[in-house]
């Protein structure tokens, strides 16, 4: 079992800026990747952005890429979403999930934490 814990959340004006981080505690040696995600009232889930713990490959979701920025802290179990440029379309409730294997998908979630981007 992981338990993920999201911190840094808040709110912000458009054009500001906010670090998330996600702490991973519990089986972190079954860690493959791990990923962001948000959800905003009445939408989908939608992708933000992940990063393997191994290599630090990235990903990012297209109405993110160029303002944020996925990184992690293998010693420490911990991946951070730096966001820049943020804009009121941003808000959402942001989680990290964890991904076990390649082959698994997302089989851990965070409780989230608010981002609230103001006009």
């Known amino acids: 079992q992981v338990q993920l814990v999201e911190s840094g959340g808040g709110l912000v004006q458009a054009g500001g800026s906010l670090r998330l981080s996600c702490v991973a505690s519990?089986?972190?040696?079954?860690?493959?990747?791990m990923g962001w995600f948000r959800q905003a009232p009445g939408k989908e889930r939608e992708f933000v952005a992940a990063?393997?713990?191994?290599?630090?490959?990235?990903a990012y979701g297209d109405s993110v890429k160029g303002r944020f920025t996925v990184s992690r802290d293998s010693a420490k179990n911990t991946v951070y979403l730096q966001m820049n440029s943020l804009k009121p379309e941003d808000t959402a409730v942001y989680s990290c999930?964890?991904?076990?294997?390649?082959?698994?998908?997302?089989?851990?979630w965070g409780q989230g934490t608010q981002v609230t981007v103001s006009s």
């Open positions: 519990g089986g972190t040696f079954s860690i493959y990747r």
């Open positions: 990063i393997t713990r191994s290599l630090g490959d990235t």
């Open positions: 999930a964890v991904q076990s294997t390649y082959s698994s998908g997302y089989n851990y």
